[in-house]
């Protein structure tokens, strides 16, 4: 009798396991960067099905990586969505980053719940109409229609399909606001409800994300506590819950100028940005990059890998030519030309760069 009774629990209960086909939650495919030291520190770049954070000071280049993954997804035939809450997207920046333009699908949303669930037509003409703002006001709004995140990933799945992944650029939570906060006055922001909001929505999102092969990028600004004179006085617009959500967290720090000798003075020609993976739940942690980013041009991938060389050893840099000292392209030597194009096009060597590098940061 007790044996007809376990055999009957067992036909009704199904227990899951982690080994268990389709249950671990393995990421397989990845966005690349557009700069193969960083795609190292990320163990593989930008996490598809995943949300992932970037953040940083003022001008330490998050918009130009935002972009260069809109365009690395582009080559792969993947659709791109930039949510431009900053309004501060140029054209012609982001076709100078490879960028096709023409193909990537823009909003520039105002509060957070348009920027997940959008606005139509119809709404945007009834909030214009009904709108507490006039033209003559510091504050006016001319409200537009969003296609909102839910939305593009319905588009997507019907468009492509679930399986085909995607990018979701968000530029930036900083720059969100929300309804509410918009009907106060000075500086009665009501910023405790924009972070449980969004909390709210991370939640219900990320499940969603994974299912239809999201790479959802998140850009934050930077904040510093008063007060605090000791540890870490980073701070992030959004509230504390944003980081639990996010598999990859990269932080961007500026680190100085590049400058170029000229008849009379110099000219400041890059910036010098330390990138460091300070989550990473496919990969270790806490590696880092120095990523020279040119003015027009994004992110010099040659001259961050010459950096990387020279602050791990794993090259002996001389002024035409550079000689490899570490495995797999021990004794090797090529000149920077053909380096350079060897990055192009081989992409053998790129992966020889890759294990280089990757062993570079194994303890």
């Known amino acids: 009798m007790a044996k007809e009774k376990k055999e009957k629990k067992a036909k009704i209960f199904h227990i899951p396991r982690l080994q268990d086909k389709g249950n671990i939650p393995r990421v397989t495919e990845f966005v690349e960067t557009g700069c193969l030291p960083l795609d190292v520190v990320l163990c593989g770049g930008w996490p598809v099905g995943r949300f992932s954070i970037m953040y940083g000071g003022s001008a330490s280049g998050k918009s130009a990586l935002a972009a260069a993954a809109c365009a690395s997804a582009q080559k792969q035939g993947w659709p791109a969505y930039y949510l431009d809450n900053e309004k501060a997207v140029d054209e012609e920046f982001f076709s100078s980053l490879g960028v096709s333009v023409k193909d990537l699908i823009y909003d520039a949303p105002v509060t957070l719940k348009h920027t997940f669930d959008g606005l139509t037509q119809k709404e945007a003409d009834e909030l214009n109409k009904d709108s507490p703002y006039n033209e003559e006001d510091d504050g006016y709004v001319e409200w537009t229609p969003v296609l909102g995140i839910k939305n593009f990933i319905e588009w997507k799945n019907s468009e492509y399909g679930p399986k085909t992944p995607a990018v979701v650029i968000w530029d930036s939570i900083a720059s969100t606001t929300t309804g509410e906060e918009m009907l106060r006055e000075g500086e009665d922001t009501g910023y405790p409800l924009f972070a449980k909001a969004l909390s709210a929505e991370l939640r219900k999102g990320v499940s969603s994300w994974a299912q239809s092969n999201l790479c959802f990028i998140a850009i934050n600004q930077i904040r510093t506590k008063l007060g605090q004179t000791f540890g870490d006085t980073d701070a992030l617009y959004g509230g504390k819950g944003v980081p639990f959500y996010s598999s990859v967290t990269l932080k961007l720090q500026y680190k100085g100028k590049t400058k170029k000798a000229r008849a009379k003075g110099h000219v400041i020609v890059a910036e010098n940005v330390v990138a460091t993976c300070v989550k990473n739940r496919q990969g270790r942690r806490w590696r ?38 570490a495995a797999p392209l021990t004794g090797e030597v090529l000149t920077k030309d053909e380096i350079k194009q060897k990055l192009k096009s081989d992409n053998n060597f790129r992966d020889d760069i890759y294990d280089m590098l990757d062993e570079a940061f194994t303890p």
Do not use: H, P, Q, R
Request: aromatic share 16%.
């Open 288 to 325: 880092y990059t120095k990523l020279v980013t040119e003015f027009n041009d994004g992110i010099n991938e040659f001259k961050s890998l010459l950096e990387m060389f020279k602050e791990f050893g794993l090259a002996t840099i001389a002024i035409k030519n550079v000689t490899f000292t």
